[in-house]
């Protein structure tokens, strides 16, 4: 089974408004965390917000926000505000368990901001 | 400052010709991870290093290796480069979990991108 699933290939979202990427993901550990990444074009993987699974309260980073949804195993990305250099390839990972240091990636969605 | 750092960003090798590609870091971070990305795909994992355990991914090829001389570099050498081994290969860093219940994310580096021809 996945550890992490991205079900959306690509996303298109007009400038300004708000967008949500979606991530779900598989683990019976009961401490884990979960990470989005920004790809651009040029290649470097940026990271983008954090969630722990003991966290109490979503995180949010700037105009990042991830709605977690811990019984449902989700932990979707909300873009708000989408800016023209938020185009790019968005990577869900998760990191499993107190001493685990493998990284599990989704398979990524490409989001295009239209001006 | 750039935390992490590969190089070079662009290597040219020919078939069947060793290759090195190297990484550094300014972190100090306990793990340093060889990814390899071709277009369009997620990263996918080569191996690993915590301090100086190696691990290695069980689909990792043979012709797939690494060194940790220090806590600061990390080199990928790619043995006899195939056609198929065209791609960007990424270093990471992160701290270690070590209980405080805290999942440190990874610091990438910019990648080098390996072409054979």
């Known amino acids: 089974a996945q550890k992490i699933t991205q079900t959306q290939p690509g996303m298109f979202v007009q400038e300004k408004e708000a967008v949500t990427l979606d991530c779900t993901y598989d683990?019976?550990?009961?401490?884990?965390?979960l990470f989005w990444y920004k790809q651009p074009s040029s290649g470097e993987m940026i990271f983008l917000i954090y969630?722990?699974?003991?966290?109490?309260q979503n995180a949010t980073e700037g105009r990042y926000s991830l709605n977690f949804q811990k019984a449902r195993k989700s932990a979707n990305l909300v873009i708000s505000a989408s800016q023209l250099g938020d185009s790019a390839m968005y990577f869900c990972?998760?990191?499993?368990?107190?001493?685990?240091?493998?990284?599990?990636f989704g398979t990524g969605t490409s989001l295009t901001v239209i001006p | 400052d750039a935390m992490v750092i590969q190089n070079p960003r662009y290597q040219v090798t020919q078939f069947g010709k060793p290759v090195t590609l190297s990484c550094s870091q300014t972190?100090?971070?306990?793990?340093m991870y060889w990814y390899q990305q071709k277009s369009s795909q997620a990263p996918k994992l080569l191996f690993h290093?915590?301090?100086?355990?190696?691990?290695n991914e069980a689909d990792t090829p043979d012709n797939f290796q690494s060194r940790r001389p220090n806590t600061s570099f990390c080199f990928l050498d790619i043995r006899s480069p195939g056609l198929g081994d065209a791609a960007m290969y990424l270093c990471?860093?992160?701290?270690?979990?070590?209980?405080?219940?805290?999942?440190?994310?990874?610091?990438f580096g910019p990648g080098t991108r390996l072409t054979v021809t």
């Open positions: 990471a860093t992160s701290r270690a979990i070590s209980g405080g219940r805290r999942a440190y994310e990874q610091y």
């Open positions: 683990t019976s550990d009961p401490s884990y965390g």
């Open positions: 969630q722990g699974s003991y966290d109490q």
């Open positions: 990972a998760m990191r499993e368990g107190d001493l685990g240091n493998q990284f599990y």
């Open positions: 972190l100090n971070h306990n793990v």
């Open positions: 290093y915590y301090d100086k355990d190696f691990n």
